[in-house]
């Protein structure tokens, strides 16, 4: 009976939807955390009479008879909201207010991309992740620094001590990506770039197209626990409809069975 095939593909499908749901929902606290939403297509057609076809000499079917097959997951896309900021105290916390992605090397030398600018230091004074991941291009904190100065357009500065001057230690850069939707998503809040979200622009924070920094606050996630938790009531009811009719097709497999 093809109603169970089609409920079946419908319960799948229902499933991965709670699956990013529950995503969505476990980050909810995590860094510049994208929310994702699951996309579904329907599946192939049978072409029982096609529309338009002949029913006599002089007519047409309106409409034609096509039976759908099921459903299936089209692709789970990330939404790039920004996130609201908020304030943690750390001068080395910088947040992205707009497009772009702080640059890191990985240890096999490899860029990867961040929103997540919740930095510390190293052993040696440098600008790292929480999973010691040095910024690109390097940033390097002297040991005699009173404080650190991170401006909108990415230019860090350091007061040391007995010398009331700023002392400029470089340039943070961002990168931004025709598709942002098409990087990888690595974990530990990194990306990676692909084929689908095409090669990286970098430049200063400010420029056209890039975003600013702000100083003492991260990007908190986009997620709404409100709407999260509608999905998933919704994807709920989708899932135990599609079970009814699961049951409904077994009972009547049972009927037609005892008909026998």
Do not use: C, H, W
């Not at 929103?115 to 291009?137: K, M």
């Not at 904190?141 to 700023?166: E, F, H, N, R, Y």
């Not at 989708?238 to 008909?259: C, F, G, H, I, P």
């Amino acid at each position: 009976m093809r109603s169970l095939s089609i409920a079946s593909t419908g319960m799948l499908a229902q499933q991965t939807n709670v699956d990013v749901i529950s995503n969505n929902i476990a980050n909810m606290n995590t860094t510049a955390f994208k929310r994702q939403r699951a996309e579904f297509q329907d599946l192939l057609y049978q072409q029982v009479t096609r529309p338009g076809s002949s029913t006599s000499d002089q007519t047409a079917s309106p409409a034609g008879i096509q039976l759908g097959a099921g459903v299936r997951t089209g692709g789970v896309y990330r939404i790039n909201e920004q996130g609201a900021l908020q304030q943690t105290g750390n001068p080395y916390d910088v947040a992205i207010e707009g497009r772009g992605y702080f640059q890191v090397t990985l240890p096999g030398g490899e860029t990867a991309y961040t929103r997540d600018g919740a930095f510390q230091l190293s052993d040696q004074g440098e600008l790292v992740t929480q999973d010691g991941y040095p910024l690109q291009p390097g940033i390097t904190i002297p040991q005699g620094a009173t404080s650190v100065a991170i401006s909108k357009t990415g230019l860090v500065q350091a007061v040391m001590a007995g010398d009331p001057q700023p002392q400029t230690l470089g340039q943070l850069q961002l990168a931004t990506f025709m598709n942002e939707s098409g990087l990888e998503a690595k974990g530990g809040n990194l990306f990676l770039e692909t084929s689908a979200s095409g090669q990286p622009v970098t430049a200063q924070p400010g420029e056209p197209g890039f975003g600013l920094l702000t100083q003492n606050f991260i990007e908190g996630a986009n997620v709404n626990p409100v709407s999260e938790i509608t999905a998933l009531i919704t994807a709920q009811r989708a899932y135990e409809m599609n079970s009814r009719v699961v049951k409904t097709a077994d009972e009547m497999l049972a009927t037609t069975s005892q008909l026998r």
